[in-house]
Structures are given as C-alpha cells and as structure tokens.
C-alpha cells in the first residue's frame, strides 16, 4: 500500500506542494445492538481510501477518494495542491512544521484476542443474557446492550521520508437499563455510559463482568424513581472514576489543544481559556493535580504507535502540582507557538484532514480509596456515571450531570439522590481538588465519541482517572 | 446513472434467492473550506462513493456499508452482511422491504453548485472576511452534491439528487464574536457579505458586556436558537422509536404548544435540501407534527409504522436502527413580526443569537442545559441595551413553547444552524415569555 501513498505525495509535490503526505487507510468496523433481548441491529461497515495533505504557502490542501490505484492516488495529490493553492485568496501567515524525526516503522496495538473472530452468535448471545438479566427487574422499560469492534490498517508516507505501517484494533461496549416514571426516566448504565472502550482485543471486553453487574444496575435505575431529588447546595463532591474522566476530557483535554488556544477551531469547537503566554505559570487546580497526555498507555484508547503526521507517541506533561506546563499539539501548531510537537495529530479515517486530538489526557492518581475518601468526608455528595455534559466554548464554565448520588453524611453513604447535577468555572473546580484515591482505582477510561472538527470528526480518546474529591462545589442546579 | 444502476444490480444478482435486500448508493463530492484568524487555514474535498446494504434471511437482519469502487468490495459487502444474517436470532418486527412505488419526481439541486471550485468557495469566504476588517473572522464555507440511488429484491427503485452551499462564521474583537450563517440550494445563493456584515455588527455590539443575574427572562430567540429547540423536539419527541418505548412527551392531539406553534416535516418543499425518499427507499411527504399547537404526528420508518400500523412517513435514516425515525427537513411556520417588533415588545429581557453545546437532562420532560454564545443582548423598555456575558439556561425546551409561551414569531424563517449540524431545520425567530438561565459563564 506505501506505493499509492508515495503517488500521492508525488503528485501533490508535482502540482507545487512544499511539503506532502499522504495516508491509505483500510478500516473495518463491527457493532451490534441488542434492546430488550431482541437484536436492534447487527452491522458491519468498511471504509478504504487515500487521504492527501499538501502545504502551499498558509493552508492545508486536503483531497480524498475511495480508488486505490496508483493513478487515482496521484490525482488526489495534485487535487490537494490546487485546493491549497486557492486558500491563498485569503492568505496568511505561511504555515512552518516543527521538525519530527524520519522513520521507516511498523506498529500494532498489543492485543491478544481479535474481536472479529469471536463468533458474532456468541457475541450477541451474552448481549441478549445481559439484557434479559436487567429486563428481569420489575420496572425496567428498556435494557439495552452493544458492543463494536474497529480494526484499522494505515500507511502514512510523508515527503520527508517517513513511511510508517499500523494496525489499531480497539474493542469495547456496554449497557444501560432505564426505568420510566411520571414525566421522568432513570438510567443506570454499565461499565459508563456511552460503554467503555479500549485499544486492545475482546480480552478488553472480557475484562470487565458484564453479566455480573446487570441486576444492580437494572435495580439501581427502578431504585432512582423513588429516590430523593438531590437539593440545589454548595458542598464536598466525590465523583467516581469514569464521571472524573469526562470531567478532565471537557476541562482540560479540549482546552489544552493548541490549535484551540491558536484560534483555529474558534468558530465551532471554540477556543480556550488557557493562553500561551502563561504557560509555566497559569495555576490550573490545587497541588494534587497531575495530569499528563500519554500515548504510549497500554490498552489505552488513545494509544497508538505514531500519530497521522508520523510523530512517535509520546507521554507529555500538561499540570505539573497544579500548574499548567504542556499542550496538546502537531507539527504545524507545535511550530507557530515555538514548542516542540506533541504527536497528537490524527483524523477520523481516510477521508479526513488530521487535526490535534487529544491521546490519553489522564489524571495520574493519588493515595488510599474511594471508601478511605468517603470515609474522610463529613458532609457530601458521591455522583458517578455521566448522563448529561455541557460547557463553554472557552471550556470555563460547565454542568455535569450524573446517573446516580448518594448523600454522603459522617463518613458514610446514606441516601440514594436522582438528578444529580453540578456546576462550575475550571480554574476554581480544580482549585478545590483536595483528595484523590489511589493507583488501585486508576483506570483508563475511554471515550469513543469526542466531536470535533468541520467537517466533523470523531475521535477516539483516553482519560485515566480514580476517585476524588472537591469542595465547595455548586450541586443540583435543575430547570 | 446507467454505471451505477447496473452497480446496485449487480449487488441485487449476487444477494441470490429467498433473500430480501435493501441497497443504497450514495456518490458525490462533499467540499469544506475553512478559515480562521482571517485567513484560510484547511481546505478539503472529498470523493464519495457509500453503499449501504441491508439483507433479511427468514427475518434474520444484518447490514453492512462500506466505500465501494471495484466488484471484490460488492461482493465482500453482500457476503459478510448474509453471512451475520445467518446468525442472527429471528427479528419477529422485520417489517419486509418496500413494495415498488413511484418516487416523487422533485430535485433540489444545482448544477453549478455540484461543480463549485475550491475558487468560488474562497470567493465567498473572502466577502465574509471582508466585512469585518479590522476583526478576525472563524468559520467555513461548504458545498456538497450527493446523488443517491436504492433498489430493493421487490423491484422498488429510486434516485435523486440534491446540493447544498453553507457560510457559516464568525467575527472576534479582543473581547466578544457575532456569528452570521445561511444555508442554500446554490453557493451563488449565500449572501456572504450580508453573512458576515451581520456577524461583525454582532461581535461591534457585544464588545462591553456585563453580568446579569441567573433567572428567569423573557427572550427573543434568534433563528439558530429556534432550530436547535426544534432539531431535539424532533429527536427527542416527534421520532416513533422514542414514543414507542415510553421517553417522548408526545401526548398525540392535545395541546401541548402555544396555538401559534407550526411544525412540518417536508422534505418535497420547494426550499428543500434532501433527496424526495429515505433510506429505506419510502418516499418522503409532508408530516405535520404540531398544528396551530396541537401535538398531531410522529415520524416514522417501516419497522416503527409496521407496529403501529400505519405506512412510514419516509423519515428513516442512517443508523435509525438506535435513533429511530427523524424529521430532517422541518419547517416552522413564521409569523409577521421583525426582530426589531418583537424586541419592542419586551421591557426586559434577552436576544439570544446562537445556543452552544446543549445537552438532554432527562430526555422526557425535554429539560436542556447549554449556554448562550456570539452575541447575548439585554432588551430594555423595547430596546437593545448593551450586550451580556455569556449564560448558561436549564430549560425545558417543551414548556418554553408550551400554551400560551410565544408572544411573537419572526416574519425572516430560514435555513439555521442547529446543535445537531445546519440544513436540517427552517426556522422564524421567536419570542419566548420565559427562559430560565442558571449561571454565568464566568461563574
């Protein structure tokens, strides 16, 4: 396959490019969904093509096509430049890349079971038993299950001299019960919501008990109906590792993207709180906070060999004991703001121009456990499972809300809450980050839908995360 | 069309006896350039050439899509997908293929369009740009021709075509944005200096802001506020997959609007943007949703109309098997008030120019979180009175146009950008008795 991305790169150099790459990705997915123990759906879908990026003065020329041959690649290339090139009735500043070193590579994600050969019967039989376990509990409307499987096959050659092979499988799933009431639904979900995802093969699924957990989950929803609303208060916050994980994604992940902090992704996504000036400097959360973008994370779903420009991964440092030390960026970004490239550059298949995404932006853990916090707190609230998320588009201000809560009084759990939300402004919700559970608990939670981009595109991302705790924190803000 | 016809033909021969197939071909170009910091930094196109296949085997279902260019990946598509078929529990609710019909013979398309240069996009982003000097400009400018054709083992065939042109972008002081959209049939169409006129005097007015304090306030909603309330009333509400299982507030006849209240779904519009049939080759029609307030319909594909015994309203889409049927093309009837009219009307309150980043609370009673974003204006005795920090609003949206809740609807309907992407919802601007906001966005 290197030889219709070398014609790619090829043509696009012939038609004016300064610079040139070119990536041929053959990509398979497998899903199937499973609602009240009837199969909702069983897919399959491929995707192949060549995706050419070409650089002429201040702006990427990006052009894809599904014809792998060498003519069509060559096309593509030269369609690239020429789509640079008209850029330049509104130019700018000239683009520079930061220098990554040339390589000759090959890398596959460590996995020891491929997802596509465990027969797709036995696949939606646990599916279907998950849900019948969960449809067992009196009041439970609807039980759904799913599961999906990626596997993709990439060769990447840049103008430099780099031509890198990888092969990405990634497993994962999960499910949620839901109880109706009076004008109200209730929702538990297993092992988070949108399911948990992973670089890795159905050992990835295999680790997690999906049938062990599907009776709590199906009684804590009917459970919900009749639970207490939580109250509108300012008090301690405990958050459980996977509704912790979004919260970095939101509040830190996107804000530390340099091409946000740059103004390239102003007008959608938004831009960032965070300015260059102060990096090094800007205090982020309290001394607890820890956060790195580490790429290199084994069966992380941000993992990866080398990213969509042909950078190694890498573990960067972002928070330092609560200052703001690194970002998130490619060679492009990584050159304009006068730092070195992060590898965090990668897109959405074939057809997409690579951009800055985040790898696995995690919270490095701290000490003790979930019950050692909990204990230690005399008056809260323990929110888990992600239901609703919202912020800024400067990503200060955000609402989370959760599946479940239950009231924390005098070192113990009490009282099961419904509808529970949160509120704050990032810098001052970090600022208040005062426990943290330990390595035990630390998990690499993964979000297989971040949004980003126009066109749009999804990203598969990591956020490692344990437990932890913050004051003072605005809870149960509803309509 | 012969090429590809003959391609879904081949497709049909290979699926063999004693199965049904539904099998849908998407071909075209999709082109997106895109600047920010007032120049162009990306600047993309696209080849598309999409099939989607679906196979039942004595009502066991499975389906496979894939990017299609040679014979081997046809039948690589056709086999895999019987191949998960055959092990597959029997579907008891497989409503069967489409029995053949006639396809409305209604195109929304433009040749020049179809064929725009990445030139004549940079043209339109240059005027945008243009219109804001000193100020810098985000945003991009798209064009899109989508030719699509299905074909079913009962003999059903369809094809049709549409384009579509978006300018969507923003203007930035130091300290504030304004944002300008418009959505056409044809990129010579889109106005782009009125764009991103409207969008730099947006950003001009907001550069002094203020806080106000969370509450509740009465609200003139721009367009793209107005289509975002309707895209989720539509996903969350309208969709018979979501009434069906319990979560919808649909209460079908009653009145659960204000009786100004509009809503239809129609893609054979004369405005609109989408092929005349779904994916699942059903022709599309005009469903009405919500009558003079009343709540009167829900949209359908083959297996939610099936169980209700009804006939698909053609609103299936792709990967409607998890979302369930959704209205795409919706049009809200406007009314006869300007903008300026209804803000005389208000003694205090907001305009609101764009909704971001909103999100379902509890998808039944419709509560939303999300903010306010490029441009949010304080209304006093009848007039603009400066510009406002961003909100956040915790707001069922259902109860926000509920009985008596609209006091005024724009005369200036129009194709408007929504949380869920543009294109999708024509919307007028509205005036809204109530909006509870719950915070800042600086805290």
């Given at each position: 396959m290197f030889e219709y991305a070398r014609a790619a790169v090829e043509g696009a150099l012939a038609a004016g490019a300064t610079y040139a790459d070119a990536r041929v990705v053959i990509s398979k997915e497998e899903s199937m969904e499973v609602l009240n123990q009837a199969v909702e759906s069983v897919g399959s879908s491929e995707s192949a093509g060549i995706g050419v990026r070409a650089l002429i003065g201040s702006s990427w020329g990006f052009f894809a096509t599904p014809s792998i041959t060498n003519a069509a690649a060559r096309v593509a290339g030269e369609r690239a430049s020429e789509i640079a090139r008209a850029s330049a009735m509104v130019p700018g500043e000239p683009?520079?890349?930061?220098?990554?070193?040339?390589?000759?590579?090959?890398?596959?994600?460590?996995?020891?079971?491929?997802?596509?050969?465990?027969?797709?019967?036995?696949?939606?039989?646990?599916?279907?038993?998950?849900?019948?376990?969960?449809?067992?509990?009196?009041?439970?409307?609807?039980?759904?299950?799913?599961?999906?499987?990626?596997?993709?096959?990439?060769?990447?050659?840049?103008?430099?001299?780099?031509?890198?092979?990888?092969?990405?499988?990634?497993?994962?799933?999960?499910?949620?019960?839901?109880?109706?009431?009076?004008?109200?639904?209730?929702?538990?979900?297993?092992?988070?919501?949108?399911?948990?995802y992973a670089t890795g093969g159905y050992e990835m699924v295999r680790l997690w008990d999906y049938e062990g957990n599907a009776q709590r989950v199906a009684e804590e929803a009917v459970q919900l109906l009749a639970a207490d609303v939580m109250e509108e208060r300012e008090t301690a916050l405990i958050l459980e590792g996977s509704q912790l994980a979004l919260q970095i994604h939101e509040s830190v992940g996107h804000a530390i993207e340099l091409d946000r902090i740059l103004g390239w992704e102003a007008a959608f996504a938004g831009t960032s709180h965070l300015e260059l000036e102060k990096l090094r400097t800007h205090r982020y959360g309290s001394e607890l906070m820890n956060i790195t973008a580490d790429a290199t994370l084994p069966g992380a779903l941000g993992s990866f060999g080398y990213d969509d420009e042909?950078?190694?991964?890498?573990?960067?440092?972002?928070?330092?004991?609560?200052?703001?030390?690194?970002?998130?960026?490619?060679?492009?970004?990584?050159?304009?703001?006068?730092?070195?490239?992060?590898?965090?550059?990668?897109?959405?298949?074939?057809?997409?121009?690579?951009?800055?995404?985040?790898?696995?932006?995690?919270?490095?853990?701290?000490?003790?456990?979930?019950?050692?916090?909990?204990?230690?707190?005399?008056?809260?609230?323990?929110?888990?499972?992600?239901?609703?998320?919202?912020?800024?588009?400067?990503?200060?201000?955000?609402?989370?809300?959760?599946?479940?809560?239950?009231?924390?009084?005098?070192?113990?759990?009490?009282?099961?809450?419904?509808?529970?939300?949160?509120?704050?402004?990032?810098?001052?919700?970090?600022?208040?980050?005062?426990?943290?559970?330990?390595?035990?608990?630390?998990?690499?939670?993964?979000?297989?839908?971040?949004?980003?981009?126009?066109?749009?595109?999804?990203?598969?991302?990591g956020h490692s995360a344990s437990p932890a705790r913050f004051s003072n924190v605005r809870v149960g803000v509803r309509a | 069309?012969?090429?590809?016809?003959?391609?879904?033909?081949?497709?049909?021969?290979?699926?063999?006896?004693?199965?049904?197939?539904?099998?849908?071909?998407?071909?075209?170009?999709e082109s997106l350039t895109r600047f920010a910091n007032s120049f162009i930094h990306q600047n993309v196109s696209e080849e598309i050439s999409l099939m989607s296949l679906r196979v039942a085997l004595d009502g066991r279902v499975a389906s496979a899509s894939g990017t299609v260019t040679d014979e081997e990946t046809l039948e690589r598509l056709v086999a895999t997908a019987i191949d998960a078929a055959q092990r597959q529990p029997i579907d008891p609710e497989w409503p069967g293929v489409k029995n053949p019909a006639i396809t409305p013979a209604i195109e929304h398309w433009d040749a020049e369009t179809a064929q725009a240069a990445p030139e004549d996009r940079a043209r339109k982003v240059k005027e945008f740009v243009d219109a804001g000097p000193s100020m810098k400009a985000a945003g991009y400018c798209s064009t899109s021709a989508a030719e699509v054709f299905f074909v079913n083992t009962n003999g059903h065939f369809a094809a049709g075509r549409a384009t579509t042109a978006i300018l969507d972008g923003i203007h930035q002081t130091g300290h504030s944005a304004g944002s300008g959209h418009q959505t056409s049939r044809d990129l010579a169409g889109i106005d782009a200096m009125a764009v991103g006129a409207l969008a730099a005097q947006r950003a001009v007015d907001s550069v002094d802001t203020y806080d106000v304090?969370?509450?509740?306030?009465?609200?003139?909603?721009?367009?793209?506020?107005?289509?975002?309330?309707?895209?989720?009333?539509?996903?969350?509400?309208?969709?018979?997959?979501?009434y069906n299982e319990g979560m919808s507030f649909v209460e079908l006849g009653t009145q659960q609007f204000d009786e100004a209240f509009t809503m239809a779904d129609d893609a054979l519009d004369d405005r609109g943007l989408e092929v005349p049939f779904d994916v699942e080759g059903t022709s599309r029609r005009r469903v009405d949703l919500v009558t003079g307030g009343v709540t009167r319909g829900l949209t359908y594909d083959r297996r939610t109309a099936a169980k209700a015994g009804l006939e698909s309203t053609g609103n299936a889409v792709?990967?409607?098997?998890?979302?369930?049927?959704?209205?795409?093309?919706?049009?809200?009837?406007?009314?006869?008030?300007?903008?300026?009219?209804?803000?005389?009307?208000?003694?205090?309150?907001?305009?609101?120019?764009?909704?971001?980043?909103?999100?379902?609370?509890?998808?039944?009673?419709?509560?939303?979180?999300?903010?306010?974003?490029?441009?949010?204006?304080?209304?006093?005795?009848?007039?603009?009175s400066g510009a406002v920090n961003g909100l956040r609003f915790t707001q069922s949206f259902v109860d926000a146009l509920g009985p008596e809740r609209i006091l005024g609807l724009g005369n200036d309907a129009r194709w408007a950008d929504s949380e869920f992407g543009p294109a999708l919802m024509h919307a007028p601007s509205m005036h809204l008795a109530s909006w509870h906001f719950t915070g800042g966005t600086d805290g």
């Amino acid at each position: 396959m290197f030889e219709y991305a070398r014609a790619a790169v090829e043509g696009a150099l012939a038609a004016g490019a300064t610079y040139a790459d070119a990536r041929v990705v053959i990509s398979k997915e497998e899903s199937m969904e499973v609602l009240n123990q009837a199969v909702e759906s069983v897919g399959s879908s491929e995707s192949a093509g060549i995706g050419v990026r070409a650089l002429i003065g201040s702006s990427w020329g990006f052009f894809a096509t599904p014809s792998i041959t060498n003519a069509a690649a060559r096309v593509a290339g030269e369609r690239a430049s020429e789509i640079a090139r008209a850029s330049a009735m509104v130019p700018g500043e000239p683009i520079a890349l930061a220098d990554v070193p040339v390589v000759q590579a090959s890398w596959e994600t460590p996995h020891d079971e491929d997802p596509f050969a465990v027969p797709l019967g036995d696949k939606v039989d646990m599916l279907i038993r998950v849900s019948k376990t969960m449809q067992d509990v009196a009041g439970i409307a609807l039980a759904r299950a799913g599961l999906a499987f990626y596997d993709t096959n990439k060769w990447f050659v840049s103008s430099q001299g780099s031509e890198i092979h990888q092969h990405i499988v990634e497993s994962g799933g999960g499910y949620d019960a839901t109880a109706i009431g009076e004008q109200e639904t209730q929702r538990r979900s297993y092992p988070q919501s949108f399911g948990q995802y992973a670089t890795g093969g159905y050992e990835m699924v295999r680790l997690w008990d999906y049938e062990g957990n599907a009776q709590r989950v199906a009684e804590e929803a009917v459970q919900l109906l009749a639970a207490d609303v939580m109250e509108e208060r300012e008090t301690a916050l405990i958050l459980e590792g996977s509704q912790l994980a979004l919260q970095i994604h939101e509040s830190v992940g996107h804000a530390i993207e340099l091409d946000r902090i740059l103004g390239w992704e102003a007008a959608f996504a938004g831009t960032s709180h965070l300015e260059l000036e102060k990096l090094r400097t800007h205090r982020y959360g309290s001394e607890l906070m820890n956060i790195t973008a580490d790429a290199t994370l084994p069966g992380a779903l941000g993992s990866f060999g080398y990213d969509d420009e042909g950078t190694p991964a890498q573990r960067v440092d972002i928070v330092k004991n609560g200052t703001w030390v690194g970002v998130l960026s490619g060679r492009d970004s990584a050159a304009r703001a006068g730092l070195p490239p992060g590898g965090m550059v990668r897109a959405d298949g074939y057809s997409r121009l690579p951009m800055v995404r985040m790898t696995n932006v995690g919270l490095l853990p701290g000490e003790g456990t979930l019950d050692d916090i909990i204990a230690d707190t005399d008056d809260g609230v323990y929110m888990a499972t992600n239901r609703s998320w919202s912020i800024d588009d400067k990503r200060l201000n955000f609402q989370f809300g959760t599946e479940i809560a239950w009231e924390i009084k005098k070192g113990k759990r009490g009282r099961m809450l419904k509808n529970p939300t949160y509120t704050g402004i990032t810098p001052v919700f970090w600022g208040t980050l005062d426990r943290l559970a330990g390595g035990e608990e630390w998990v690499h939670w993964g979000t297989p839908n971040c949004g980003k981009g126009q066109p749009m595109q999804v990203g598969h991302t990591g956020h490692s995360a344990s437990p932890a705790r913050f004051s003072n924190v605005r809870v149960g803000v509803r309509a | 069309m012969t090429h590809r016809h003959d391609m879904l033909e081949k497709v049909l021969d290979r699926v063999g006896n004693g199965v049904e197939a539904e099998i849908r071909l998407v071909t075209g170009v999709e082109s997106l350039t895109r600047f920010a910091n007032s120049f162009i930094h990306q600047n993309v196109s696209e080849e598309i050439s999409l099939m989607s296949l679906r196979v039942a085997l004595d009502g066991r279902v499975a389906s496979a899509s894939g990017t299609v260019t040679d014979e081997e990946t046809l039948e690589r598509l056709v086999a895999t997908a019987i191949d998960a078929a055959q092990r597959q529990p029997i579907d008891p609710e497989w409503p069967g293929v489409k029995n053949p019909a006639i396809t409305p013979a209604i195109e929304h398309w433009d040749a020049e369009t179809a064929q725009a240069a990445p030139e004549d996009r940079a043209r339109k982003v240059k005027e945008f740009v243009d219109a804001g000097p000193s100020m810098k400009a985000a945003g991009y400018c798209s064009t899109s021709a989508a030719e699509v054709f299905f074909v079913n083992t009962n003999g059903h065939f369809a094809a049709g075509r549409a384009t579509t042109a978006i300018l969507d972008g923003i203007h930035q002081t130091g300290h504030s944005a304004g944002s300008g959209h418009q959505t056409s049939r044809d990129l010579a169409g889109i106005d782009a200096m009125a764009v991103g006129a409207l969008a730099a005097q947006r950003a001009v007015d907001s550069v002094d802001t203020y806080d106000v304090k969370p509450g509740d306030y009465e609200v003139v909603l721009s367009q793209e506020c107005v289509a975002t309330i309707a895209i989720f009333l539509g996903a969350y509400g309208f969709n018979a997959k979501v009434y069906n299982e319990g979560m919808s507030f649909v209460e079908l006849g009653t009145q659960q609007f204000d009786e100004a209240f509009t809503m239809a779904d129609d893609a054979l519009d004369d405005r609109g943007l989408e092929v005349p049939f779904d994916v699942e080759g059903t022709s599309r029609r005009r469903v009405d949703l919500v009558t003079g307030g009343v709540t009167r319909g829900l949209t359908y594909d083959r297996r939610t109309a099936a169980k209700a015994g009804l006939e698909s309203t053609g609103n299936a889409v792709p990967g409607g098997d998890g979302f369930g049927p959704m209205a795409t093309q919706v049009f809200i009837d406007q009314g006869e008030r300007t903008v300026d009219e209804m803000i005389a009307d208000v003694e205090r309150g907001l305009y609101v120019a764009t909704f971001n980043y909103c999100r379902v609370l509890d998808p039944k009673s419709l509560a939303v979180t999300g903010l306010t974003r490029n441009g949010t204006f304080m209304i006093e005795n009848g007039k603009i009175s400066g510009a406002v920090n961003g909100l956040r609003f915790t707001q069922s949206f259902v109860d926000a146009l509920g009985p008596e809740r609209i006091l005024g609807l724009g005369n200036d309907a129009r194709w408007a950008d929504s949380e869920f992407g543009p294109a999708l919802m024509h919307a007028p601007s509205m005036h809204l008795a109530s909006w509870h906001f719950t915070g800042g966005t600086d805290g």
